[in-house]
């Protein structure tokens, strides 16, 4: 069964909250492990998704890319980007 | 006069080499009189201040960029790279100072008015400087502030329909050697297959898709003119399958010294005559060649394609004319494990030399897409492998060249469905034990415990 999105969203929100304590970055690589049932390609199509909704944000260090909440972490603050 | 002193830049330019810090120099220069009378979007004096803060890092011993960021256009997750300065107050023109990757055309085509159309975004909407081209093979603007990022992204793609290139976890801007539409050597059409893989593969080009950097690199022919075997995860290199072509009254001509061996290169100097011995069959490297009572043989079975003959010998020899692609994975600069060329995986994938219409012949580019589709599945069947592979996988950051070393040859070739072949030995095995799968073995593993508890005591 294809992965629904909007439940998709709220775990990857509740999961991102609940590790923002000490992290505010993360690999792609860590949703996957959200949904161990599911194909890399679904998840990181979801979270993508969830990137133009401006639920998460990307930050590159232009060689690796991680995904975030949007606005959370000092980077957004510290850039002025927000 | 400079705004900032840079004694230890300017030793640099005393070299023998032409100087970055010199062309630096020039664009700041440059700025400075605007005899355009540009309205600067970013700070005029941003090269300035960028001369500024290096001499520093070298004065200081390290570096004032921060590393990394969030900025980027719309919907896009690659093609630019935040960059901050730590030392704002003092080098306001390069407080931001965000690199753009901008796909460079098929074969590096360019008229001189589309180089002339984007310096004339860049010297607006950024500082001037360029690296022309990256490793990767695109087209690097350097240095840009945030609000001119869309700005740029708009005209680059409405005005020049140029596309950003890749970054980050993504797959990186496809690059590829002019092929066929110069070059009599090439056995496939490097642009049309770059083209067709770049646009299937949009999304995972502009968006992360992976544990790490992703490149593509096509080669026409095995001289390697992009070196796709030693700069992408997954190098295609063109090739042929059937006899090399031999015209032997032209072999002669070179023999004879009527024709120019290497087609009149390296000529500044008398190199004696030509002497096919010594020049062509000495040097294959697999001594499959003979030239005997004027009459130049190959034992195509043994040649491994090296093109040293044909590059000699141009006018007598050509590829073989059942052509396709040799695919070759893993390759990568140091880092973690080394640097690594490619491992040649699958040899040879045929490319239907029938299929030979162009865009012009179809209604639509999606009707051409589509045929290209059908071109080209055998590749993009193990494309696809390849990556659901590495994606499952793939530890963070790590390159395919280095799960293909944690997890070893036989698991490659066994996820993306290749049959183990000769050339995948490189050298007499190691290990001495060999493993069987169940479906290996007769009778596989099962056993009926009441069976065999008739003829064995608990
Ligand atoms: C005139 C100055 C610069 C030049 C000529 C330059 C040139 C390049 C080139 C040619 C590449 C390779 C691109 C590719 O693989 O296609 C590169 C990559 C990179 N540059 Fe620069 N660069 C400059 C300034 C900077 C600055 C100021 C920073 C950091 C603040 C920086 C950080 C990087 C990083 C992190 C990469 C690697 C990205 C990756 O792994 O793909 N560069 N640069
Ligand atoms: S790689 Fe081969 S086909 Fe491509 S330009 Fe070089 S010689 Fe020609
Ligand atoms: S291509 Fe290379 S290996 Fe093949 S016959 Fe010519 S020189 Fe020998």
Redo the contacts with the bound molecule.
Sequence with gaps: MALDKAEAQKVIVDQLEKKGKSKSKFYLKDFYAFFPDEKPRTVKNIVNELVGDGILEYWSSGSTTMIGLKGAGKQAGAEGED | MAKHKTPLLDQLESGPWPSFVSDIKQEAAARAKNVKGLDYQIPADVCEDLLGILELSYKDGTTHWKHGGIVGVFGYGGGIIGRYCDKPLDFPGVAAFHTVRVAQPGGKYYTSAYLRQLMDIWDLRGSGLTNMHGSTGDIILLGTTTPQLEEIFYQLTHEMNQDLGGSGSNLRTPADCIGSSRCEYSCIDTQELCYYLTMRYQDELHRPAFPYKFKFKFDGC?NGCVCSIARSDLSFIGTWKDA?QINQAEVKAYVDGQSPAGGGSHSSRDWGKFDIQKE?ID???????AYVNGELK???K?????????NVMPKA?KPGKEKGVSILCGAKAPIVDGAQMGTLIRPFIAVDQTMDKQLSDFDSEDEWVEYLDEKYADITEFVELVWDYWMEEGKNRERLGELMIREGLQKFLEKTETDPMAVHVQHPRTNPYIFWKEDEVDGGWERDIEEYRKAHAR
């Excluded at chain 2, 040097?283 to 060649?289: A, F, S, V």
């Excluded at chain 2, 394609?305 to 044909?310: A, E, L, N, P, Q």
């Design positions: 095995p090399i062509v040097l294959c490297p697999t001594k499959c060649m190959i034992y195509d043994e040649c491994t394609r090296c093109m040293h003959c044909i020899l």
